[in-house]
């Protein structure tokens, strides 16, 4: 279902709010860096944000309207004064060329509109060259610009690029926003959106497209499997290489779910009753009555160390066997 109003966005209240004053006010700023983690609507917003810049409705406390022509070419993707830029399909970075190209259209006077949107989706994924062209239009942008850009955070974005925009950090969703979305687009049942929706961090993406054998069915024998090795007196080696294979063929879902299995074991620690796992609730419960709070903190480290390795390309085998030595262990061992 595509959005075509302000209206249509589950969460980000106060984000939306910000901008429609803005836009209601005439007072846009020249440009935006929306930051916030992957599938939490980010992209969405600037989208209507551009929308509504070009939105030919005469109530501006209404734009986007997506009624008029101009919301209309931008939802079939063909609005002359709308740009978008992303990596290209299996392409990592965006580089200098497409910034060289987005400017040569900059140069010229806007087609339908006395304004132009330009998007950036992806923004940390401009290489340094890209980077350092796009600040000159950044310092000096075309009359009528507006800039968005969509950025996970701001560590892989030049300092002179951040300083120029106005940063809207986006959260995550709640999880009944999350149910209601599940719920009216893949059809799923309460439970089984209530269900994907304490899984998925906040993210509309990873909850839209989350496997529901992974989370019905392999997601709660894996945290058997762990619970069961990490309670036991001796360390079982073959349980632990079991468990490494699996977790291999799971790759990142693996260590998502390790992830969502500690933040619940922390959430029980401290005396929180709602956890993601709800239906691995006595394991979770048994867990937290083992270990520790400085143990947990300990295995958290180690989950984002196995992340960091093999972003590093390091021996799989290796990673998940030292991260399920640390999770059955402790640092006591």
């Known amino acids: 279902?595509?959005?075509?109003?302000?209206?249509?966005?589950?969460?980000?209240?106060?984000v939306i709010e910000r901008l429609r004053?803005?836009?209601?006010?005439?007072?846009?700023?020249?440009?935006?860096?929306?930051?916030?983690?992957?599938?939490?609507?980010?992209?969405?917003?600037?989208?209507l944000l551009g929308a509504a810049t070009l939105c030919k409705s005469q109530d501006l406390s209404e734009r986007p309207c997506g009624k008029c022509l101009a919301?209309?070419?931008?939802?079939?993707?063909?609005?002359?004064?709308?740009?978008?830029?992303?990596p290209q399909e299996?392409?990592?970075?965006?580089?200098?060329?497409a910034i060289r190209e987005l400017q040569a259209e900059l140069s010229l006077k806007p087609f339908e509109s006395d304004r132009r949107v330009v998007v950036i989706d992806g923004a940390e994924n401009m290489n340094e060259a890209a980077q350092?062209?796009?600040?000159?239009?950044?310092?000096?942008?075309?009359?009528?610009?507006?800039?968005?850009?969509?950025?996970p955070g701001v560590n892989n974005l030049l300092p002179t690029i951040v300083s120029r925009c106005r940063i809207e950090r986006f959260g995550p969703l709640k999880r009944e926003d999350l149910a209601k979305i599940l719920i009216e687009r893949r059809e799923l049942t309460e439970s089984d959106a209530a269900l994907v929706a304490g899984l998925a961090f906040g993210s509309v993406g990873a909850a839209?497209?989350?496997?529901?054998?992974?989370?019905?069915?392999?997601?709660?024998?894996?945290?058997?499997?762990?619970?069961?090795?990490?309670?036991?007196d001796r360390t079982n080696m073959e349980k632990i290489m079991g468990m490494s294979a699996q977790l291999i063929k799971l790759g990142a879902?693996?260590?998502?779910?390790?992830?969502?299995?500690?933040?619940?074991?922390?959430?029980?620690?401290?005396g929180r009753d709602r956890i993601a796992n709800f239906d691995m609730a006595e394991t979770i419960d048994r867990l937290a009555q083992r270990w520790n709070i400085e143990d947990v903190a300990y295995r958290f480290e180690k989950t984002l160390e196995a992340e960091e390795g093999l972003s590093r390309n390091l021996n799989q085998n290796l990673v998940f066997e030292n991260l399920l030595f640390a999770i059955v262990q402790g640092e006591s061992q």
């Open 1 to 14: 279902m595509a959005v075509l109003r302000f209206a249509d966005v589950l969460g980000h209240e106060e």
């Open 132 to 151: 350092n062209a796009f600040l000159k239009t950044l310092e000096e942008p075309p009359p009528g610009t507006l800039i968005i850009l969509v950025a």
């Open 208 to 232: 839209l497209a989350m496997d529901m054998d992974l989370a019905q069915r392999i997601r709660p024998a894996l945290i058997r499997r762990i619970a069961e090795v990490a309670t036991e």
């Open 21 to 47: 004053c803005d836009i209601s006010g005439d007072r846009l700023a020249h440009a935006y860096l929306f930051v916030g983690s992957v599938g939490v609507g980010k992209a969405t917003v600037a989208r």
């Open 71 to 86: 919301c209309g070419k931008i939802e079939r993707h063909n609005h002359p004064d709308f740009f978008t830029i992303a």
């Open 90 to 97: 299996g392409k990592r970075w965006i580089r200098i060329d």
């Open 253 to 270: 879902d693996g260590l998502a779910f390790i992830r969502l299995l500690l933040s619940d074991v922390t959430s029980k620690k401290i």
